[in-house]
């Protein structure tokens, strides 16, 4: 099943439930609010539609939703990366590289893990 393409608030959901396997709505919620305003409606109306397009599903736990990732975070990292890069770079892996390179603050450790990869990579 190819990854669907998921909004920013969506893809925090996802992070969460990554992160724990499963949680209720209202766990969800408090998680995401270490990290900015949302309200719990919110959240709802975002986990049924990333139930809609595949992207997790729920159980029943007494009156309590659980819900759990359906994709994994690996498919929806490599389907947006893919798209990102179509989109805004033409398809040049290439020139996403040179972008960062010229354009972020790299520390000298996330520098050498580039290189390290750059170098592992057969011809």
Known sequence: MAAPKLGAMQLRI???????????????TEDLR???RVAHSTVQTL???LEEKGAVAHATRGREFL???RIEEDK???????RFVK???EGSAFGLV???????KL????????RDLIDKEPS
């Open 34 to 36: 270490k990290e900015m």
């Open 76 to 82: 929806v990292t490599s389907s947006a990366t893919r």
């Open 14 to 28: 996802m992070r969460v439930l990554w992160r724990r396997g499963e949680a209720a709505a209202g766990a969800i």
């Open 47 to 49: 986990l049924r539609q």
């Open 87 to 89: 989109d805004v770079f």
């Open 107 to 114: 520390t000298g450790e996330e520098f050498a893990r580039i």
């Open 67 to 69: 819900w759990r990732a």
């Open 98 to 104: 040179a972008h960062l390179l010229k354009n972020e």
